[in-house]
């Protein structure tokens, strides 16, 4: 089997996440790709199957030993990160890596696999529907809101870079296009 990669990546908040729980829901041949996180735990989330939970020695101790297909410091001393094990162990079961990851990271990981990865950006229909998204979440300060705002802006800047970008103004045809590329690219009928 090829090793490709399905990236998709979105400014918080677009619709990335709920995008990619439906294909992987629909597409048995796609495994999600677990990242690694310097952050804090949420209530609901477990370790090896949300994130790889790592205090910042051993996130750092990875970096040294070269473990990572790709890794940033999304936020202020919160590094994210892609561990090359992870995809290696979603290769090994005869399936494709689904890679919801930031912007950075996934460029770096397009740059390492080139025609093997598929780069897919969700686009917002705008900033201020995206405001709107962050704010009915219900789980953002004004402080945090802005942060991302600004991130998103940052980020929106990248979305040329990306093999195919989406925009979703309406989420199942933002699911549908995402799901025919990811097919067309995998070749499955």
Do not use: C
Request: glycine share 4%; charged share 30%.
């Amino acid at each position: 089997m090829e090793k490709k990669i399905i990236i998709v990546t979105a400014p918080s908040g677009a619709g990335k996440t709920t995008i990619v729980k439906k294909l992987l829901a629909n597409m048995p041949v796609l495994s999600f790709s677990i990242s690694a996180s310097t952050r804090t735990p949420r209530a609901s989330e477990v370790h090896g199957k949300d994130y790889y939970f790592l205090s910042a020695d051993e996130f750092h101790q990875q970096i040294e030993e070269n473990a990572f297909a790709e890794y940033e410091m999304v936020y202020a001393g919160k590094y994210y990160g892609t561990l090359k094990s992870e995809l290696e162990r979603i290769w090994n079961n005869e399936q494709i890596p689904m890679v919801d990851i930031d912007v950075k990271g996934a460029l770096s990981i397009k740059e390492k696999y080139h025609q093997h990865a598929l780069t897919i950006f969700i686009q917002p229909p705008s900033l201020d529907a995206l405001r709107v998204r962050l704010s009915e979440r219900g789980t953002e300060t004004q402080a945090s809101l802005d942060e991302r705002l600004a991130k998103a802006r940052y980020e929106l800047s990248f979305a040329h870079e990306f093999d195919q970008i989406v925009v979703n103004d309406e989420l199942e045809k933002a699911y549908e296009e995402v799901k025919k590329l990811v097919t067309d690219f995998l070749n499955i009928k």
